[in-house]
């Protein structure tokens, strides 16, 4: 279980985070939502190393992981993917995903049994692209790539920072369809952020809704609609009122 | 994104482990090596032979060069250093005591009295580099990019130093003369071999792999747990060696060495024939080195001038010099992959047949 709790973290005097939370148990799929600077993408970064938090703490299965570096926690069980794309473009898709396994493999011997890379290929719908080189792929198709990578690492938690950006009506269902059957499959807590509120709303037993930094509602997707604060974050102060 | 991405084939193929592609991939890539290597040494005369072992001692420093700069992306300027180790280790440890007398004969450390027998020369030679190289790797590693660079720059610098200025040990600015020769060309192809397919293992292992990926793409390799310093210490210790291993050739061989040999001219002409072939890729190395080896020795008969199809050409002396910058130029700006580009040859091979397959 992924237990977020005051975070702060500013930039030279902008607040990013002022005091975020965000929960996830095992096989959960959380929604992490936010109109734009809430601090969604800054709070993964912090959660998964990429920045050092000012104050507050992570916790994972009851371990504190504030401050760690990005491999330390990655270690630990936490895998992410990237908003902006971070493939491994001159390596092939399965070469992708494989250095996760191999590197999990090494690391954890007793988690990595339990990845197949072939099947997550297939999985995520890579197995006719397996041979071809990742930077050659269409920007949706890395985005399916990047999740599978992450999964090779077996990971407890993994966040997906904007993982239906780009893709349409239809990809998206799909993309829903295999979040909820990887959580099914491994029973990993998974932290979706979001704009698609449709899609967030499919998927996740509950959602956070942050603005200017920290968390302003959670609850699930009925109750949280009708939460004035959310509805005045997102619709705006009139509609509240 | 198209349906055809969710078509799964029907067929898992059968893959190989990566310990069999590196072996039948470094071989397959070595062929061109054996083939032009028996050639010269049945039909060439003896100032070819010469030239073709000085050509595959340069594609073992190259394919050293390869195995930390083509698999961790940061460029390597140093690597003629472990080669000058290597060699004057041979001198030191391995060169008649009656040589020895005349050449360094106070030596420190009770060297002037060794004589060892070439092989374990090689041995202690070999484990003394490896010492050096797990030291100056532990700095190496934690840097990147332009700063690891510089670093391994200046420790060509300091060692090229030492070698002028101890001459007590390493007899400084004269050749140091009187090593066995006891290696000759076919000895030298079969280390070629070697290590082509040594490098070639390195790359396709597990530990390879997770180093391209960190030169490819740092923070996703951080996020994978990839640890991008001790897998760039080790491949720098590895890529260490088998320059050394070129250096003790070249001593064994010539066996006549001198401090300059390994300095300038040998980085930047080993750098260029890796650019030129392509840094990714075993087999780039190797190219690289076949191919600048010879248009090397091609462009040695226009430097010295003379009569070249009926015109009369005026002596070019560093003209060879020129060429290699030239190389290095038009490749970073035209081809910066190299000619060869991405793929390994056996990779190539095995497309073109696949392909030749499908269009029956």
Redesign the interface.
């Known amino acids: 279980m992924l237990s977020v709790a005051g975070i702060t973290k500013s930039f030279g005097g902008v607040h990013a985070l002022a005091g975020a939370d965000l929960e996830c148990s095992a096989g959960e799929i959380v929604g992490l939502i936010g109109p734009n600077g809430a601090g969604k993408s800054t709070l993964v970064n912090v959660v ?1 190393g ?1 920045l050092k938090p000012d104050a507050g703490t992570v916790s994972l299965n009851g371990r504190e992981i504030a401050g760690f ?4 926690i ?2 630990a069980g936490i ?2 993917t ?1 908003q902006n794309l ?6 092939s898709v399965r ?2 995903v ?3 396994f ?6 954890r011997p007793e988690k990595a049994m339990k990845v197949d890379v ?1 099947a997550l290929l ?1 999985e995520f ?5 397996a041979e071809t ?1 990742a930077g050659s792929l ?1 920007y ?2 890395q985005r ?1 790539m990047e999740i599978a ?2 999964m090779a ?1 077996a990971p407890d938690i993994l966040m997906l920072d904007e993982p239906a950006a780009g ?1 349409n009506n239809e ?1 998206t269902e799909r993309l829903g369809r295999t979040i909820t059957s990887v959580r099914d499959r491994t029973s990993a807590g998974i932290v979706v952020i979001d704009h698609d509120l449709r899609f967030i709303n499919s998927i996740c037993a509950r959602i956070f809704v942050m603005d200017q930094g920290k968390q302003i509602a959670v609850g699930d997707p009925a109750a949280l609609w009708k939460n004035p604060k959310v509805v005045e974050v997102y619709v705006g102060p009139d509609a509240a009122a | 994104m198209s349906e055809a991405v969710f078509r799964t084939s029907p067929t898992r193929a059968r893959r190989r482990p990566w310990w069999l592609v590196g072996i039948s991939g470094g071989l397959v890539t070595a062929i061109p090596v054996v083939l032009i290597g028996i050639a010269v040494i049945l039909i060439a005369p003896t100032y070819y032979q010469n030239l073709a072992a000085t050509a595959a001692i340069n594609l073992v420093i190259v394919v050293g060069l390869q195995v930390f700069m083509g698999n961790s992306g940061i460029a390597h300027l140093g690597h003629s250093a472990f080669a000058g180790l290597g060699a004057y280790g041979m001198a030191i440890l391995a060169t008649p005591l009656m040589m020895k007398r005349l050449s360094i004969p106070n030596a420190p450390f009770g060297l002037a009295q060794v004589e060892l027998h070439p092989a374990i020369a090689v041995i202690v030679t070999l484990a003394v580099v490896a010492v050096v190289a797990v030291i100056s790797g532990r700095v190496i590693a934690r840097l990147s990019g332009i700063a690891a660079t510089i670093v391994s720059l200046a420790f060509l610098i300091v060692v090229h130093s030492m070698f002028l200025h101890w001459p007590a040990l390493f007899k400084g600015n004269q050749g140091f003369f009187g090593i066995p020769q006891v290696v000759g060309l076919p000895a030298i192809l079969a280390c070629g071999v070697a290590v082509i397919v040594i490098a070639r293992l390195f790359r396709e292992s597990p530990n390879g792999l997770q180093l391209r990926a960190t030169a490819q793409n740092p923070q996703a390799a951080d996020a994978l747990a990839i640890d991008a310093r001790a897998l760039r210490r080790q491949s720098w210790v590895l890529s260490a060696l088998i320059c050394a291993s070129a250096g003790i050739l070249y001593a064994l061989f010539a066996g006549t060495i001198s401090p300059r040999i390994f300095y300038f001219q040998q980085v930047f002409m080993t750098l260029a024939m890796l650019i030129l072939g392509g840094m990714g890729t075993v087999t780039g190395a190797v190219f690289g080195t076949l191919i600048l080896s010879i248009g090397l020795e091609a462009i040695r008969i226009f430097e010295s001038g003379g009569v070249v199809a009926g015109l009369t050409l005026p002596p070019m002396l560093g003209l060879s010099g020129v060429a290699l910058g030239a190389v290095i130029v038009l490749c970073m700006a035209l081809r910066p992959q190299g000619i060869c580009g991405p793929k390994e040859l056996d990779e190539m091979l095995s497309g073109a047949l696949r392909r030749l397959r499908g269009t029956k």
């Open positions: 998964t990429f570096d990005p491999q330390r990655s270690d895998a992410r990237f971070r493939v491994f473009r001159e390596l070469q992708n494989e250095v996760a191999l590197r999990c493999r090494q690391l072939d297939e719908g890579l197995t006719a692209l080189p269409p949706g198709t399916w990578r992450a690492t893709l990809e």
